[in-house]
């Protein structure tokens, strides 16, 4: 009889991992002892990090700290219960009333994870007579949420408007749902929401935007990528997640009244999940407040970004698309990016590695971000590694005396 663990003694993944280990090349589940957000300390060593989401900076903020901390002293570390029952204090609702007016939507309702508000949401209103019309480069969470719906996915070419035009025109009259990010994850492109808009609306086609990464980052005042382009009332659902710029847990959606009020009575993820703890839910309050007063957080993450994106650039290396804080170094062969990386890491540099399966081994990259907060003298640093060690592995040129 087969047993079911036997898949595990020849995974690839698995075998992979063990190999990486094995040669100290191994890049995931690293520990960090020590963070203070733009500098972490990994095996007692300290790195500049640039590979987190914290893209404000706001996690060590004193008041964002004090926020959540007063908060656990006032309503105690969790709230035991889902939203729908015993689990909604006075605090989620007033986040959620800040939250939609910050996203310029008529409600919002947050969630334990952007991962459950992705969930939630689509699994919610899309079901077997419904199509999800989905770029390729979606965020997992939305095409685990599309397959949980048990909708119809037909997924378009990246940010290519003549296909996605293409799969729209294919769906007839079905009920249908364009679902894009508003700024890619891996890519730190935007979606091209003023084309898409134009097309949802020609194909009777409803509009939801996974804004994880630009929420805090894109818009006037980091209202989101719907600001940017100024297209918020065109926009039907706009997402976001509190475990990047707001510097906590969570995840939020916004929309009209009834259709968040639908949201909120159908979402298993949920209604079957503990709701935000409340430290979690003062976090973003503060660093709501704090945006909303200063902002220089905002302008400054984009400033930062875009020197390292520059200088990278001028160095020879690829950053693809980016216009954003997420800005990629598209290595484009598996084993030359954990080369990449390591040499990187022993330099004091922290990156993110993306390799296969997640990309094509093609599109292998390094997937670098940075914050508010990074100091000029720490992204000199990083320019300087980053030219030492693409001379060193022969990524770049060597410069000609
Ligand atoms: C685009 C996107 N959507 C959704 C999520 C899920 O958010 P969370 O980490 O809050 O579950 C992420 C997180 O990586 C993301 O990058």
Same mark, same amino acid.
């Given at each position: 009889?087969?047993? =079911? +663990?036997? *898949?595990?003694?020849?995974?690839?993944?698995?075998?992979?991992?063990?190999? /990486?280990?094995?040669?100290?090349?191994?890049?995931?589940?690293?520990?960090?002892?020590?963070?203070?957000?733009?500098?972490?300390?990994?095996?007692?060593?300290?790195?500049?990090?640039?590979?987190?989401?914290?893209?404000?900076?706001?996690? #060590?903020?004193?008041?964002?700290?004090?926020?959540?901390?007063?908060?656990?002293?006032?309503?105690? &570390?969790?709230?035991?219960?889902?939203?729908?029952?015993?689990?909604?204090?006075?605090?989620?609702?007033?986040?959620?009333?800040?939250?939609?007016? +910050?996203?310029?939507?008529?409600?919002?309702?947050?969630?334990?994870?952007?991962?459950?508000?992705?969930?939630?949401?689509?699994?919610? =209103?899309?079901?077997?007579?419904?199509?999800? @019309?989905?770029?390729?480069?979606?965020?997992?969470?939305? $095409?685990?949420?599309?397959?949980?719906?048990?909708?119809?996915? *037909?997924?378009?070419?990246?940010?290519?408007?003549?296909?996605?035009?293409?799969?729209?025109?294919?769906?007839?009259?079905?009920?249908?749902?364009?679902?894009?990010?508003?700024?890619?994850?891996?890519?730190?492109?935007?979606?091209?929401?003023?084309?898409?808009?134009?097309?949802?609306?020609?194909?009777?086609?409803?509009?939801?935007?996974?804004?994880?990464?630009?929420?805090?980052?894109?818009?006037?005042?980091?209202?989101? #990528?719907?600001?940017? +382009?100024?297209?918020?009332?065109? $926009?039907?659902?706009?997402?976001?997640?509190?475990?990047?710029?707001?510097?906590?847990?969570?995840?939020?959606?916004?929309?009209?009244?009834?259709?968040?009020?639908?949201?909120?009575?159908?979402?298993?993820?949920?209604?079957?999940?503990?709701?935000?703890?409340?430290?979690?839910?003062?976090?973003?309050?503060?660093?709501?407040?704090?945006?909303?007063?200063?902002?220089?957080?905002?302008?400054?993450?984009?400033?930062?970004?875009? *020197?390292?994106?520059? /200088?990278?650039?001028?160095?020879?290396?690829?950053?693809?698309?980016? $216009?954003?804080?997420?800005?990629?170094?598209?290595?484009?062969?598996?084993?030359?990016?954990?080369?990449?990386? *390591?040499?990187?890491?022993?330099?004091?540099?922290?990156?993110?590695?993306?390799?296969?399966?997640?990309?094509?081994?093609?599109?292998?990259?390094?997937?670098?971000?940075?914050?508010?907060?990074?100091?000029?003298?720490?992204?000199? &640093?990083?320019?300087?590694? +980053?030219?030492? @060690?693409?001379?060193?592995?022969?990524?770049?040129?060597? $410069?000609?005396?």
């Amino acid at each position: 009889m087969a047993d =079911l +663990f036997d *898949k595990i003694a020849n995974d690839p993944v698995l075998m992979a991992a063990r190999m /990486g280990r094995e040669q100290g090349i191994y890049p995931y589940f690293k520990p960090l002892s020590e963070t203070e957000g733009t500098e972490v300390v990994i095996d007692g060593r300290q790195l500049i990090m640039i590979g987190s989401n914290n893209y404000l900076g706001l996690t #060590t903020h004193p008041r964002v700290q004090r926020a959540a901390i007063e908060a656990i002293e006032r309503y105690g &570390t969790s709230c035991t219960g889902s939203r729908f029952l015993n689990g909604t204090l006075e605090l989620h609702k007033e986040l959620e009333r800040r939250l939609a007016r +910050f996203l310029g939507k008529e409600a919002a309702l947050i969630f334990g994870t952007g991962y459950q508000a992705n969930l939630g949401a689509i699994t919610a =209103l899309m079901g077997k007579d419904d199509i999800a @019309v989905a770029d390729r480069e979606i965020h997992a969470s939305l $095409v685990d949420a599309i397959k949980m719906a048990g909708c119809q996915l *037909k997924r378009f070419r990246h940010n290519d408007m003549n296909d996605l035009e293409r799969v729209l025109r294919e769906c007839g009259d079905a009920p249908k749902m364009i679902i894009v990010d508003g700024v890619y994850s891996m890519g730190g492109d935007l979606a091209d929401l003023p084309q898409i808009v134009t097309l949802a609306k020609r194909y009777g086609a409803r509009l939801f935007v996974d804004d994880a990464h630009g929420l805090g980052v894109m818009g006037e005042g980091g209202r989101g #990528t719907h600001f940017h +382009f100024g297209c918020v009332d065109d $926009v039907d659902l706009i997402m976001g997640t509190f475990s990047k710029s707001f510097a906590s847990l969570g995840g939020v959606v916004a929309g009209d009244c009834d259709v968040i009020d639908y949201i909120q009575h159908h979402a298993r993820s949920l209604i079957f999940s503990a709701s935000m703890p409340p430290a979690n839910v003062a976090t973003v309050l503060a660093c709501l407040d704090i945006i909303e007063e200063d902002p220089s957080y905002v302008q400054r993450v984009h400033v930062q970004s875009a *020197k390292v994106r520059e /200088g990278l650039r001028r160095m020879g290396y690829d950053c693809g698309q980016s $216009v954003t804080p997420i800005v990629p170094v598209y290595i484009k062969n598996e084993m030359h990016t954990v080369f990449t990386w *390591k040499a990187l890491f022993d330099n004091g540099v922290y990156t993110n590695p993306v390799l296969p399966p997640a990309v094509p081994p093609s599109k292998s990259l390094l997937r670098t971000s940075y914050m508010a907060t990074h100091t000029d003298e720490q992204i000199e &640093t990083v320019l300087r590694v +980053f030219e030492h @060690v693409g001379q060193l592995t022969g990524l770049l040129q060597p $410069v000609v005396a």
